[in-house]
């Protein structure tokens, strides 16, 4: 096991929402690429020879000339948002002051809460003061060089429970929005810093000045109506515009030019002028418009269309274990859609206007009351659209129900049901997932529980022991000894997660069920790379017919990585060959990307349909390139399709967009190095070693360089050192593991895989290492005991075959 091809290479990864929190996480962004491609039409024309015919010729009866298509009629354009209002009195009514109508406001008089009047506010590294000249509002604060500046605010971003302000950055010309750091708590009415706790100041990627809080990308468009970046590469400047400020009708309803002129002359067209209704819609179109702004997701174009399907414009982020606790709950900022289409809710037909008025955003009742529109004492859903087999007649409002005091907090399904987070320091979102608390089992997982957040102060077993009591009829029964019952969701991710016993049999078994919902399969499939076998490519070749596009999105995500060797590889390419014309852009470009991936002989054959997807997928990174990440997502396109002259462009152009993206840096040093280039290399690691001296990851890339330069100990130093600023990364710790072993200390090289598996149980790749270098030392029992434990883990894996 040599350390020549063991170099950590970047691989797309989608555009992500920024957060606070977890601290140091890359805002990756990568999408897929759309080719836009241009439909040429062939025009049949009739010439005049000049030659004239005899008067006494019988009459030449000409063909006909083959129909031309007619033109598509001309697209639906938007209007003032004032249009609406006459027809829809008690829509725009209702829709006046809330949320979406107040999402981003001129910085003017009425619409600024915050206090302007000189006021002071000093963080945890830098002091912002809040001022005014005239009519606008400023601020004093450290811009990108560290040195404070005046800058003028040009929008308010929301308004309760805090409100947010953009400011203009650098200048004009730029057309750059930032979201300031600091925002007004308008419930206390006073400044507070959005990420305590982190001492952000101007060299810092989460720093209001980076391209992490650029409100260009990464917020305008869900607080606007129409909004296009309108980003220029060549200038690196934006012209971003919109129709309107506020989410506003047509945000949802999509354009309304022509449901203008259907009003003048109404008909009995479904449409009534829009191309995709939401009267009477379905619950996909429903939850899959709110999904837009309301889900954790990657941009695939500049804006959306709202004719399209979801995934035609973004790709949804899965149940990371960096975003979602380990039972599917809300952990990072991931908005609702990733939590509700979990629930039991949505598998039976509920969608979002069930509960919220969609235009004024509000509940469609007080307390209680929207929960019991289905759970009532009829036990009859609220639509009879909504599936209501399993709903019970019973009192759910009630101490027999929810035992405790009525009125009180407990007593409220969504203090059970829906516990929530603090996000933004003081902005509090419930769990959209509708899940019920078993303190016992959330105790054994490490998942958190409603019961023992509430009552923090009494003995977690009392609590335990409490609920079951009251609620042991509700409880899942334990499994029958000789039966074979399909797995829980949180328990299958826990064992695969932690390589525990059983892990491989429960993924197979729950991934075979009908009822998984569609984003916990597509979260579980990504485990199973990690427990290959026939069964697990079976499943992911099965996924590829899903009818989710995010599961066949997530089955081609790991077809690539299951198939062992060149000869599977084969049969890889006639699986992926159908899904680049599949009807939802996201998977398109899924697909080309990972064929591209095949050796040559593989994908034989399918040469214009994959370069079409390659197309696609090129078109949606330049549709990006104002990020770091999707020029990086293009040199690697580049150098994959033999454009070796574009690679360093596109590598150059990722460090213009962000200097500190260190991924973009790391992948040029290796394309210079690669090149023949290694003193222009070695300056490039050195400047960035010095401006990021605690980065693992350059430290790590410092170590392969020394290796193959032959020094190997320095470069065991640095590895550890990488390893030492990035304990959690599995990679830095086994390729340290493979140098100490290529250096003849088997024993060191075991030292450190033992230590990952301990972090990390289910990373089959250090485990196998690990037996092979006990084996050379003779160390027979534990190479027993690491088989019999992937054994337990992955009876089906290819390895226990050889062994």
Partial sequence: ???????????????????????????????????????????????????????????????????????????????????????????????????????????????????????????????????????????????????????????????????????????????????????????????????????????????????????????????????????DAKTDTFAS???????????????????????????????????????????????????????????????????????????????????????????DEVFEWGSFTQSKMFAKGVQCTDCHNPHSGELKAPGNGVCLQCHNTAGKPVRPEIDGKGLKAKNYDSPEHHHHQPGSPGAQCTSCHMPGRYYMVNDYRHDHGFSLPNPAHARRIGAPDACLACHKDTPAKKIGDQFRQWYASELPAKANASSNPTPRYDDTLWKARGGMPGASRALHLLLASPDLPAIRRATLMAELPNYPSPRSLELAALSLKDPDPQVRNAAIDILVPLANGPQQALVLAPM????????????????????????????????????????????????????????????????????????????????????????????????????????????????????????????????????????????????????KLAPDDDQFRYVLAIALHDSGDADAACRELEALLQRHPANRGARMALVAYLRETGQMQKVQMLLSELEQQNPDDPSLKRE
């Fill in 1 to 231: 096991m040599s350390m020549s091809n063991k170099t950590k290479k970047p691989r797309p990864t989608p555009i992500v929402q920024p957060s606070p929190a977890p601290r140091r996480t890359w805002l990756a962004i990568v999408a897929g690429v759309l080719l836009l491609a241009t439909i040429g039409a062939w025009i049949w024309v009739q010439q005049d020879t000049g030659v004239q015919l005899p008067s006494n010729h019988p009459p030449i009866t000409t063909a006909t000339p083959p129909a031309q298509p007619a033109p598509p009629p001309p697209a639906a354009t938007f209007v003032a948002e004032s249009e609406c209002q006459g027809c829809h009195q008690a829509q725009t009514k209702d829709w006046q002051g809330s949320h979406h109508q107040q999402a981003m406001k001129p910085a003017s008089e009425g619409n600024v809460l915050g206090d302007f009047a000189d006021v002071t506010f000093k963080g945890e590294t830098e002091t912002t003061r809040f001022f005014r000249k005239g009519d606008e509002y400023w601020v004093n604060t450290p811009g990108a060089d560290g040195k404070p500046a005046d800058f003028k605010v040009a929008y308010t971003f929301g308004f309760e429970p805090l409100q947010q302000y953009l400011v203009e950055y650098p200048d004009q010309t730029g057309g750059r929005l930032q979201a300031l750091g600091v925002a007004w708590d308008s419930r206390k009415n006073h400044w507070f810093q959005l990420m305590p706790g982190q001492r952000i100041d101007y060299k810092d990627e989460l720093h209001w000045t980076r391209p992490a809080q650029n409100a260009n990308f990464m917020c305008v468009e869900c607080h606007t109506t129409g909004f296009k970046r309108n980003y």
């Fill in 241 to 331: 515009h919109w129709n309107s400020l506020g989410v506003g009708c047509q945000a949802c309803h999509g354009p309304a030019s022509k449901h203008l002129e259907w009003a003048q002359k109404p008909d009995g067209s479904a449409g009534k002028g829009f191309d995709k209704p939401l009267q009477n819609a379905s619950q996909t179109t429903i939850v899959e418009t709110c999904a837009r702004c309301h889900a954790r997701r990657a941009p695939l174009a500049d804006g959306f269309d709202t004719s399209h399907r979801f995934m035609d414009d973004y790709l949804p982020s899965t149940l990371t274990r960096e975003l979602y606790e380990i039972d599917g709950k809300i952990k």
């Fill in 576 to 723: 992926l060959a159908p899904l680049l014309s599949d009807p939802i852009r996201a998977v398109r470009i899924a697909a080309a990307w990972q064929l591209a991936q095949l050796p040559p002989q593989a994908r034989a054959g399918l040469d214009a349909a994959l370069e079409k997807g390659l197309r696609e997928y090129e078109d949606v990174q330049k549709e990006l390139t104002e990020r770091a990440e999707a020029n990086l997502n293009l040199a690697m396109l580049y150098e994959r399709t033999n454009r070796p002259e574009q690679v360093e462009p596109a590598l150059r152009a990722s460090m213009a967009r962000n200097p500190d993206f260190l991924p973009a840096q790391v992948t040029l040093i290796q394309w210079l190095e690669a090149n023949g280039r290694q003193a222009e290399a070695r300056q490039l690691l050195d400047d960035a070693l010095r401006q990021h001296p605690t980065s693992g990851l350059l430290h790590h890339v410092n170590g392969l360089a020394l290796v193959r330069q032959g020094d190997r100990a320095q470069a065991l130093k640095e590895l550890r050192e990488a390893v």
